[in-house]
């Protein structure tokens, strides 16, 4: 499984971004797919993940801002994440990411988004 992502940059706070991820390769072996992100100096966390039956979890600090949206296909799947009402704190590298069915995870390169005060 291969994923590029592309999107994010420098915003002000109270702005929008779009994330998008492509994922390439055997689609059948993928059970979710999802966003994380990582500060300066903190560990990577989860923002938002979709399952293949259409199941999404959200981070509580993205609650209400933050939708992730998927459109599984049987030689690609794209997952995007669009970012409404940005905060400084919202400022990360942002991973894509494919959980497979036996739990493996695939990564993406990271994508910087930077929101301005």
């Known amino acids: 499984v291969q994923l590029q992502a592309s999107g994010g940059g420098l915003v002000q706070a109270g702005g929008s971004l779009r994330l998008s991820c492509v994922a390439s390769g055997q689609m059948s072996v993928i059970n979710r797919m999802g966003w994380y992100r990582q500060a300066p100096g903190k560990q990577r966390e989860l923002v938002a993940t979709?399952?293949?039956?259409?199941?999404?979890?959200?981070a509580d600090a993205v609650k209400g801002r933050f939708t992730i949206a998927v459109l599984y296909g049987q030689r690609e799947n794209t997952v995007s994440l669009q970012m409404n009402s940005l905060e400084p704190e919202d400022t990360a590298v942002y991973y894509c990411n494919a959980r497979l069915y036996n739990a493996e995870d695939y990564w993406g390169q990271g994508t910087q988004v930077t929101v301005s005060s």
């Open positions: 979709v399952t293949v039956g259409g199941i999404t979890n959200y």
